[in-house]
């Protein structure tokens, strides 16, 4: 038997026994105080019921899940068995009550008494660079109707009182780096997930994971991720920050249209926040991450950007908070006023915007026109005066200020060579063309750029779209965009003083020609 058919028999058997339903009910319990060394084991329990479980797998028949008419799925927990009480013991002298009709006790009295650590399998092609709970295995059918159930009841009745409970924990911790935090993300944004999918969920069901808190604590770990370049646990925040985004999108217009009003206006004023989706599409190295990583990366771009945009239009003049180093004063040259210089990428200029790229090779190179050169002379202009007043003054203070937000400039600070070199991997063959094909339109037409994508091997993989054998979304408008992107490499590339100014590289290829 292999261990995926054991791992559905040992759902089935858990299901039988009743012993998810005592699972459940702890878990529902699980914000009391005296669960809290429970609250881990707990967390794995469910953890490994849908271990490396699609969520489509659980939507054969939609429209039954979460209101079955067959036996086992009137059995809820708690909340729906008062048929009698059984006094428990917790290990430590303290008697706990718990509901249920059934004996529950007898299989699994000594499942507490130690913590297993269970190892993960790895994918050695992968070398572990990924989490292995995107990578979903064939599910029994006999253990669907099971796991339905089984989320279903969770969503109804555990998950607000079991997630608010688990984030406060991770709060109080005060670290990032531990075994929990990560599998945490990724369950509650599987259930998330779920809840989504079915219209018949409440979405008050879930709105433990949309509190202001609990968001500002996803984001400060998934910003402590990068910085410490643990691309695995920075997976499971990617995934949950994409659950929680969707899930204010959706709450928008209902009776908890205050709550996503209140925590997409913290997230939206926080420049350090909007800072982190951009530096997000620039990590990606091929060397180091999947392609599932990359795609992560791009429906999540893409979903913040949406709900960024529906926001902003409807919020005129919204205002975000940056920070600015605020050099002391010192003896001013003549002529000369203090300056300071801006960090935040969410409320600056276009100059300052074009600085932001000046980390690509490209930093000078913002279009095909004058008027692009003359902004690329701008900009190196005042990046060197920059670096010369720094010489001359190195006593500087952040401060925080109010800058008006303009979304249309802080979408090109997506437009540099590192993003544009990470997107272009998903075209060959064409993967995730849905959330590639805006970033590439916003990066060559609205920040006027094409000229990032005149490298060889970008316009190689560009190519691989014209192939008849590839169906993928937005197909037409992918191809516009592509040709309207050769017609302006092919003007680049017949002239020299162009093709050295926008260092352009040649194809050597007839059919791209």
Avoid at 76 to 84: D, K, S, T, V, W
Avoid at 187 to 197: G, K
Avoid at 198 to 209: E, F, I
Avoid at 285 to 298: C, D, M, N, V, Y
Wanted: with cysteine; charged share 25%; proline share 4%.
């Amino acid at each position: 038997m292999s261990q995926v058919e054991v791992h559905d028999t040992l759902i089935a058997v858990l299901d039988k026994e009743l012993a998810v339903d005592f699972f459940l009910t702890l878990a529902s319990s699980a914000d009391d105080k005296q669960l809290k060394d429970l609250r881990p084991t707990l967390l794995d329990i469910v953890y490994y019921l849908f271990y490396r479980v699609p969520v489509s797998a659980l939507f054969d028949q939609p429209l039954t899940w979460f209101g079955a008419d067959d036996g086992n799925s009137k059995r809820q927990g708690r909340h729906n068995n008062f048929g009698g009480v059984y006094a428990v013991s917790t290990g430590d002298s303290t008697i706990m009550p718990v509901f249920n009709a059934k004996e529950v006790l007898h299989p699994f009295a000594n499942m507490f008494k130690k913590r297993q650590n269970v190892r993960k399998p790895r994918d050695p092609a992968e070398a572990g660079h990924i989490s292995v709970d995107r990578e979903w295995r064939v599910v029994d059918p006999t253990s669907v109707p099971i796991l339905r159930r089984i989320a279903a009841v969770f969503i109804d009745s555990c998950f607000n009182p079991f997630i608010s409970a688990m984030f406060e924990d991770a709060r109080t911790s005060g670290t990032v780096m531990d075994s929990v935090t990560p599998r945490l993300l990724y369950v509650a944004a599987y259930f998330v997930d779920i809840s989504l999918t079915n219209p018949a969920v409440d979405l008050g069901c879930t709105s433990a994971l949309v509190q202001t808190h609990v968001f500002g604590l996803v984001m400060r770990n998934a910003s402590a991720y990068v910085e410490m370049r643990e691309w695995v646990p920075l997976e499971q925040a990617m995934y949950c920050t994409q659950q929680i985004l969707l899930s204010l999108g959706r709450m928008r217009g209902t009776k908890l249209d205050s709550l996503s009003e209140n925590v997409l206006s913290n997230l939206f004023y926080d420049g350090d926040a909007l800072d982190l989706f951009v530096r997000l599409c620039r990590v990606y190295k091929p060397t180091k991450h999947s392609r599932r990583f990359l795609e992560q990366i791009a429906r999540l771009t893409e979903t913040f950007l949406a709900a960024l945009k529906s926001y902003a239009q409807a919020k005129a003049g919204l205002l975000v908070k940056k920070r600015v180093k605020k050099r002391a004063k010192r003896a001013a040259k003549p002529g000369s006023d203090e300056k300071e210089g801006v960090q935040g990428l969410a409320t600056d200029s276009a100059t300052d915007v074009g600085k932001t790229a000046a980390n690509d090779n490209d930093d000078n190179e913002s279009g095909l026109g004058q008027e692009m050169d003359s902004m690329g002379e701008a900009e190196d202009k005042e990046s060197a005066d920059d670096e010369e007043e720094e010489d001359d003054d190195q006593e500087a203070s952040e401060v925080l200020v109010e800058r008006t937000f303009d979304i249309s400039k802080f979408e090109r600070a997506f437009a540099t060579a590192d993003v544009v070199k990470a997107y272009s991997h998903l075209l060959a063959p064409p993967s995730s063309i849905e959330y590639v094909y805006p970033m590439l339109n916003r990066i060559a037409i609205a920040s006027e750029r094409p000229h990032l994508f005149f490298k060889k091997n970008i316009m190689l993989r560009l190519l691989v779209l014209f192939d008849d054998q590839y169906t993928y979304p937005h197909h037409t408008e992918m191809l516009d965009l592509v040709a309207w992107i050769f017609r302006q490499y092919i003007t680049v590339i017949s002239s020299p003083a162009l093709t050295s100014h926008y260092k352009a590289e040649e194809l050597n290829n007839k059919l791209a020609i």
